[in-house]
């Protein structure tokens, strides 16, 4: 039995109890199990006690109980650092909830301490894992000379999921970034250093759920091949089974360089918009 324990800002949120969820349940033949939590701001009822996971005190003793940590906080991705700072050490392979820091100074400390210390480290949105995406992958014979992700949500916090789509698609590689939107609308394009280039659109607005779902593509030739994300509980579930190979393996497919320039990207739009829609490099 691999032995999970989570580490957050409050347990009571939705990923940590869809990850439970599907750790437990979807993936019980993987033979993994959620053993130990702490959060540093409990909210609402007993998480653990409802769960049947054991609360401990100190982030330390969650690091001691397990064998592989999953730092969550996704409301609160400022946090990662303070966290990591007491998980990483340890060397043992850690989760980093949907992206590594808000900051790049702090994204980059966190990569740091992990290589400081022979720490497997994976961050990732679940987006990259997205159902629709894994299955358009293989169809794509050839080069992809560009490509494009529509999404919505708050910039920094969200943000992160669309401009994961494009980074499925395209890989890393990125040189500079332009943004033309607005601080609730944005509209990047993204340069590759090899000159290929993707567009990002994602909207904040009160009925962006209703209005904006994600939706990405790819030109291969001069054909495009287009997909709308519908299997939310898929991409989710693609998430958890990759954390648990990582688990095992330490083998990431994700790597530091993309988990950083996921940041970049997301810094350097904020740049761009102060610059007013200058490029800026990454």
């Not at 993936?27 to 130990?36: D, F, G, I, P, Q």
């Not at 702090?106 to 400081?116: E, G, P, W």
């Not at 916090?157 to 943004?179: I, P």
Request: overall charge negative; glycine content about 8%.
């Amino acid at each position: 039995m691999l032995k999970i324990g989570f580490v957050d800002h409050h347990l009571n949120n939705f990923h940590a109890n869809t990850f439970l969820k599907l750790l437990h349940e979807d993936l019980a033949s993987e033979e993994v199990r959620v053993v130990a939590a702490w959060e540093s701001q409990p909210t609402g009822e007993d998480w653990c006690a409802k769960n049947g996971v054991e609360r401990k005190p100190s982030i330390a003793e969650v690091v001691r109980s397990a064998d592989a940590l999953m730092v969550l906080a996704p409301d609160n991705l400022a946090d990662h650092l303070a966290l990591c700072e007491q998980v990483l050490p340890a060397g043992k392979p850690t989760f980093i909830d949907k992206l590594l820091s808000p900051s790049l100074a702090d994204a980059h400390r966190i990569v740091q301490l992990a290589q400081q210390h022979g720490t497997p480290i994976v961050s990732s949105s679940a987006l990259r894992f997205a159902v629709e995406l894994e299955a358009m992958r293989p169809q794509l014979a050839g080069t992809i000379s560009e490509a494009f992700a529509r999404g919505m949500g708050e910039w920094m916090g969200y943000g992160v999921h669309t401009v994961a789509l494009v980074a499925g698609l395209m890989g890393t590689g990125v040189s500079r970034v332009a943004d033309v939107g607005t601080p609730a609308s944005r509209f990047l394009a993204i340069e590759y250093a090899d000159g290929r280039r993707a567009t990002v659109e994602v909207r904040n607005c009160e009925n962006m759920w209703n209005v904006f779902p994600w939706v990405f593509g790819a030109k291969v030739g001069n054909t495009y091949h287009v997909e709308t994300v519908k299997d939310y509980n898929g991409f989710y579930l693609n998430l958890m089974k990759m954390a648990v190979r990582f688990f095992k393996t330490g083998q990431s497919p994700v790597s530091a360089q993309e988990a950083l320039e996921m940041v970049g990207i997301l810094d350097a739009s904020n740049r761009s918009q102060q610059a007013g829609g200058a490029w800026v490099t990454l």
